[in-house]
């Protein structure tokens, strides 16, 4: 079983920056970060695998950067230039073994966190 924890939700104006986290405890390996907006399907938005081969859904290539601090088990993603219609609850996830490349199906991924609220106001 692995445990993964969020942080670093908040509110910001649109343009602004975020730094979300999310410890896990146990085995990882392809890493990813989900958002779900009100009203809309849980979507991908950028996978890491333990290459550190990163992929990042289109809309957010050039303003996400996501990383990972193997030796603290953490996962991160940074956001910069934020706009109001990415607010949602952005969640980490896990899958439960190497896989190459780093699936963008939620279904793929077994082991979930609780979320991290993300506001942004125009």
């Known amino acids: 079983e692995v445990r993964l924890v969020e942080s670093g939700g908040g509110s910001v104006q649109s343009g602004g920056s975020l730094r979300l986290s999310c410890v896990a405890s146990?085995?990882?390996?392809?890493m990813a970060w989900f958002r779900q907006a009100p009203g809309n399907e849980r979507e991908f938005v950028s996978s890491i695998n333990t290459e550190d081969v990163k992929y990042y859904e289109d809309s957010v290539r050039g303003r996400f950067t996501i990383s990972k601090d193997n030796a603290k088990n953490t996962l991160f993603l940074q956001m910069n230039s934020l706009k109001p219609e990415e607010t949602a609850i952005y969640y980490c996830?896990?899958?439960?073994?190497?896989?190459?490349?780093?699936?963008?199906?939620?279904?793929?991924?077994?082991?979930w966190g609780q979320g991290t609220q993300v506001t942004v106001s125009s």
């Open positions: 996830a896990t899958t439960k073994g190497p896989t190459y490349p780093c699936p963008k199906m939620e279904d793929n991924y077994e082991y």
């Open positions: 146990g085995a990882t390996y392809c």
